[in-house]
């Protein structure tokens, strides 16, 4: 049975085939990037701004953001709060239960670093990227709801970078800077783990 | 109740641990040995202290302490009723027959100090994972997992 990647790939050889394939990537990246429908992994007071985003004042509903209870609905994880190393079990259970495509905010600093919560803790996980491939990280602590959209917006931008052929794929044009922590490693070496430059696919 | 009446009546009871009240945020607070604070505890309940509300733990350096905050609505009175624990043998008596709350909080002093209660029904860590090795909130704890603090921040 031929896979997306070998219809993908035939179509990229075949003559105009690839005029066909970005005309699907942009139809698929337009639906995909325009109905993110999150999983609130909210744990700590970040999830406070995150349902305050997603109420009338902010309105997440006009982006197609839309939070949902079950991770089987859910394309972007909004990691908001602490995550302890007990609870990151848990969170990775969650994360592996989303269907593919699937993406994953960081949000605050707790999400992005540890937060006040670096140094001399115990209990505490240094960045949810320690376990998860992260695709947008929001400073901040908490972060505004803005700042949530405005990690909304990149995720799309993100998302419109990809094609269902993995030689197609575009580095993403994005303002937010991408951290580096030496201390983690290669990311591409962690099974989870996808390329932050080249963002996955269903493929990857 | 005011803060001397329930002197008064702790100095009645306990005329040898009188020297040992004193007054901390407001409320009364009796230091005893700790062979002794099972039956100091029963005593205070008896006395109106009907409701445990915290139990923790400090750790001194050279020795634990407990400290049960006993309240009542009856007196309108709170206090503190404390123990030092040694550190070689942290074994302090279980609270679970006189208030049936101590349970889960003992569970929470033993997980995060390693403090053994005698006599607790149950006692397994609570908070932590249960491969978890070690008592954090001890200050000689160690762990590759924490990242000192410099001294620059």
Redesign the interface.
Known sequence: MATIEDIAEFLDKAPGGGILLTTVDAVMNWSRGKSLWTFPMGTACCAMEFIAASFSRFDFDRHGTIPRPDPRHCDVMVVAGTITHKMAPAVKRIYEQMPEPKWVVAMGNCAVSGGIFYYDTYSVVRGVDEFLPVDVYIAGCPPRPEALQDAILQLRKKIASESISPRRRRPVASELPQPSDPRKGDLEEQPLARSKATAGGPDV | MRIEELRERVCAMYPDLCPLFSIEFGDGSIAVPLERVHSAAADLKDMGFDRLGMVTAVDRGDEFEIVYRLQSRDLRAAMFLKAAVPKNDPVVPSMCDLWPAAEWQEREVFDLFGIVFDGHPDLRRI???EDWSGH?LRKD?A?D?????PDY?
């Not at chain 2, 997992?145 to 603090?149: P, Q």
């Open positions: 908070l932590l994972p954090p704890y762990d997992r924490i990242v000192r603090r921040i």
